[in-house]
């Protein structure tokens, strides 16, 4: 649990001295060069608090460059707040609620939110494998949710959808790998097809796993290629066949699914991936990983760094593509 009643949330000294402990914990490094030996603390009432300047470089700056939290005009404290909130939200909270909790307007809640988002998103490159291995399993699947941006009227094999164009083609395609024990990974995808699954799967998942899926026909040649692939019928009403089940998997999705209808409501196309990227995150320091709402927390904020989302990128993203 975590003390919101702690100095880090409502003192802006105390927030970036905590800011600098997790950034620098061996003491300031210059975001420009990094040099650290060279680095020197400024004082005086022109340049404020937390100021520093490298001497190798000649460059000035703060905790925050180089940061999410860079060019932001937001009290360091209160980000470090709607952190806390984002992180101890199991199904996420909304920027409304943020706004009105934090003191700042919607509009620069929406914008701290994807920043957070930005920090709790994976940095490993994408294919980067490394999940699964030997007497290892991961249950792979995919769901789909709201709508496309430019819904299709007739089906692939010409005919017309008769109730205004439902169903797998007019939704967002998630696909996703879990790990039992382990991590989960989600992708955003146009189609959730044979080839785009398979790319997924050779990417990230060693050929060593045992592979758990559904019935789905896109499993059914890829499967081949890992250590065992079994299956359950859930259109038989098999959910359970010993320790064969892709309950672990249902599960990521419905907390996924939970969160963006109860919480978010609605989320365009284009923004989709970075609340996956929220809702792996959390799943990948669940309490049930040791990992409390503090540590979640300050493991946001080592993933701050390094990584810049300015409002226009925010707001065009993908746009030529929607």
């Not at 792979?140 to 709201?146: L, P, Q, R, S, V």
């Not at 284009?270 to 990992?291: I, T």
């Amino acid at each position: 649990m975590c003390n919101l009643t702690d100095p880090i949330f409502h003192n802006e000294d105390a927030a970036r001295n905590h800011l600098e402990a997790i950034r620098w914990p061996e003491g300031a490094v210059c975001p420009f060069c990094g040099e650290r030996e060279t680095v020197k603390a400024l004082g005086g009432k022109s340049m404020g608090r937390g100021w520093y300047h490298c001497g190798d470089c000649r460059k000035k700056f703060t905790v925050r460059v180089g940061t999410v939290y860079e060019r932001s005009k937001v009290a360091l404290h209160k980000w470090l707040l709607a952190t806390q909130l984002m992180a101890s939200s199991k199904k996420g909270i909304s920027a409304h609620q943020i706004h009105r909790t934090i003191g700042v307007t919607y509009k620069t809640a929406w914008f701290m939110c994807h920043r957070i988002r930005e920090a709790m998103r994976d940095d490993l490159p994408k294919g980067s494998g490394g999940m699964g291995g030997e007497g290892k399993t991961v249950e792979a699947d995919e769901t789909y949710f709201g709508k496309v941006s430019n819904p299709r009227t007739v089906r692939a094999d010409g005919t017309p959808y008769l109730k205004g164009g439902g169903g797998p083609a007019n939704k967002r395609a998630v696909v996703a790998l879990v790990e039992r024990g382990g991590n989960v990974r989600s992708f955003h995808v146009q189609k959730a097809n044979r080839n785009t699954v398979a790319t997924i799967l050779f990417e990230n998942v060693t050929r060593e796993t045992k592979l758990y899926t559904d019935e789905s026909r896109l499993y059914t040649v890829l499967g081949k290629q890992y250590a065992t692939h079994e299956t359950v019928r859930h259109s038989a009403d098999e959910y359970v066949r010993g320790e064969v089940h892709t309950n672990t998997i249902e599960g990521v999705f419905s907390i996924f699914k939970r969160g963006m209808r109860g919480i978010y409501q609605h989320c365009k196309e284009k923004h989709l991936h970075r609340y996956l990227a929220e809702f792996d995150f959390r799943y990948n320091n669940r309490q049930a990983q040791g990992v409390s709402d503090v540590e979640r927390r300050d493991n946001i904020l080592r993933g701050a760094e390094g990584k810049r989302l300015t409002y226009r990128r925010t707001a065009q993203f993908h746009a030529a593509a929607a």
